[in-house]
Structures are given as structure tokens and as C-alpha cells.
């Protein structure tokens, strides 16, 4: 167990729908970051978040967003749903922002977009 | 920009036998190096990481890896595997602006 959750672990949805993942970093950590895992695309690296401000942006789509709370939650947001957007969907955390910094990272959230 | 190119998609090997799995990264600029283990159904978990200092790198289960700078690689090895680290691994790069890459992952899969 990394002491990372996200919730749900498993989500069904139609196409051009929004949903929500949530993460819960480790205690203590400051940074979280959220990839994407799929059989065409691989391991992506979508964003990072230090604190609450946005530190890192990969290949993140438009239609995705995410936030970190003062809580240190984070939230990956996808909206108008296509086929291509089912993976799994992965958070880590980290104490700080340096690439020195272990990442942990939580059991991920399945998408499946119908 | 970073890339990372893991040559091998799959990897057989028997029990107690060495192993390499291969990794190569383009980068203009100074980079760090990991290489994360998954487990079905599971997360990612991080085996060694390369951030500066002495080129070879020990990690977690036995596993080492050597960075090469001239050759742009960080090649995994074990001298004698188990059943249990049959997995997919990732060989990833950090690189400017905190942003990470990883390949495309390596299939192990050890035979008794």
C-alpha cells in the first residue's frame, strides 16, 4: 500500500460525459501528479500539481482539467467523453517538486467510455 | 524534447538466469532516470532512480543500472531472477520543466 487512494477504482460512462477522479496524496506529500495509461498510448504524464499551483503540464487535453485543494486532494476532471479517453488513469504523489522525490503511486481509476 | 525508447516490448527468461532490459533517452538537456516496476492490476513502483554521482545505480529486489551518457542509456539489469519479478517495467526521464516520459514499458516474464 503506497498511502495514495483514488477514488472510484472503477468508472463507466457514455461518451460526452464528464466525470471526476479524485486522489488523496500520502501524508505529508505536497506534489501530485496524474497520468494516463493506455494500450495505444502508453504511460502519459498529464499534469503535477505542487501545493495547490500547477507546476508541470504534459499531454494534457483540453477537455481535462485538475486542481489541487488545500487539503492537498487533487481532482482530474474529463469532459465530453470519446472512446479514446478509456485507460487507466494513475495518481502519484511526492514530497516535494524535485525530480530526486519518489514518486508513490496510487492503485489508479479505470475509465471505460461507452 | 525527451524521449525514452525501451527496445525490448517482451522479455522471456528462466528462473536464476540474468537479465537486461534495455533503455535508451534523448535529451539536450541534463536529465534524472528511473525505472518503475508494475505488477498486475497494481501501481507503479519506483526500483532505482539516477540523479547525479557514481554511473551505477542499486536498486530495490536485486536490480541495478548502469547510466551511460555517451550511449543515452539506462539499462536495467538483474544477475538472477525469480518468478516474482515477473512484471511490466518502465524506464521514465525527467526532464526540463519537471515534465516526465516514460517508454512504452518492458513485458518480463520469468519461466521456471
Known amino acids: 500500500d503506497s498511502g495514495v487512494t483514488q477514488t472510484p477504482k472503477h468508472l463507466i460512462t457514455a461518451t460526452g460525459q464528464r466525470v471526476t477522479l479524485r486522489c488523496s496524496p500520502r501524508?505529508?506529500?505536497?506534489?501530485v501528479y496524474w497520468y494516463q495509461q493506455s494500450l495505444d498510448q502508453g504511460l502519459q504524464f498529464l499534469i503535477q500539481?505542487?501545493?495547490?499551483?500547477?507546476?508541470a503540464k504534459g499531454n494534457i487535453l483540453e477537455r481535462f482539467s485538475a486542481q489541487q485543494f488545500p487539503d492537498l486532494h487533487s481532482e482530474l476532471n474529463l469532459s465530453s467523453l470519446e472512446l479514446g479517453d478509456s485507460a487507466l488513469y494513475f495518481c502519484?504523489?511526492?514530497?516535494?517538486?524535485?525530480?530526486?522525490?519518489?514518486?508513490?503511486f496510487g492503485p489508479g481509476t479505470r475509465l471505460t467510455v461507452l | 524534447a525527451q524521449s525514452v525508447t525501451q527496445l525490448d516490448s517482451q522479455v522471456p527468461v528462466f528462473e536464476e538466469a540474468p537479465v537486461e532490459l534495455r533503455c535508451n533517452y534523448s535529451?539536450?538537456?541534463?536529465?534524472?532516470l528511473f525505472w518503475y516496476v508494475q505488477y498486475p492490476n497494481q501501481g507503479l513502483q519506483l526500483l532505482l532512480k539516477?540523479?547525479?554521482?557514481?554511473?551505477l545505480v542499486k536498486g530495490i529486489n536485486g536490480f541495478e543500472a548502469e547510466f551511460n551518457k555517451s550511449q543515452t542509456s539506462f539499462h536495467l539489469r538483474k544477475p538472477s531472477v525469480h518468478i516474482s519479478d515477473t512484471a511490466e517495467y518502465f524506464c521514465?526521464?525527467?526532464?526540463?520543466?519537471?515534465?516526465?516520459?516514460f517508454g512504452s514499458g518492458t513485458k518480463l516474464n520469468v519461466k521456471p
Open positions: 502519484a504523489s511526492s514530497v516535494g517538486t524535485s525530480g530526486g522525490n519518489e514518486q508513490f
Open positions: 501524508s505529508g506529500d505536497l506534489s
Open positions: 500539481y505542487y501545493n495547490g499551483e500547477e507546476r
Open positions: 535529451s539536450s538537456v541534463s536529465v534524472y
Open positions: 539516477y540523479l547525479s554521482g557514481s554511473t
Open positions: 521514465a526521464v525527467m526532464g526540463d520543466f519537471n515534465k516526465f516520459y
